[in-house]
């Protein structure tokens, strides 16, 4: 069992930067693939980042490459979202997301894992001024 937190949403002006944190619980932490997600109001939710278990592998979300970069820190059982030069579409309830097969690629296309396979967070809002 994981339990994910995360912290760091906030205001922020567009062209600014914010750092999500998600802080996981248990042991097995460390084996598991970790990922973003996002929901703006009105819309579906949406894949933003994911790291494999080593965080030796990231994938991006075409829209945020290059703006945003995630990062974890297995000492700590914590995944970060770094999120720069942000967009006022970048508004939305952030989610992290822990995925027991370790790997990115479930995260490619469709995230559809089976049951008993992922863990949410609550979320945290980010809404960027224009």
């Known amino acids: 069992q994981v339990q994910l937190v995360e912290s760091g949403g906030g205001l922020v002006q567009a062209g600014g930067s914010l750092r999500l944190s998600c802080a996981a619980s248990?042991?097995?932490?460390?084996?598991?693939?970790m990922g973003w997600f996002r929901q703006a109001p009105g819309k579906e939710r949406e894949f933003v980042a994911a790291?494999?278990?080593?965080?030796?592998?990231?994938y991006y979300a075409d829209s945020v490459k290059g703006r945003f970069t995630i990062s974890r820190d297995s000492a700590k059982n914590t995944v970060y979202l770094q999120m720069n030069s942000l967009k006022p579409e970048d508004t939305a309830v952030y989610y992290c997301n822990a995925d027991r097969r370790g790997t990115i690629e479930y995260y490619r296309g469709s995230y559809s894992p089976g049951p008993g396979v992922d863990y949410w967070g609550k979320g945290t809002l980010v809404t960027v001024s224009s």
């Open positions: 790291i494999n278990w080593s965080g030796s592998r990231t």
């Open positions: 248990g042991r097995t932490f460390s084996t598991y693939a």
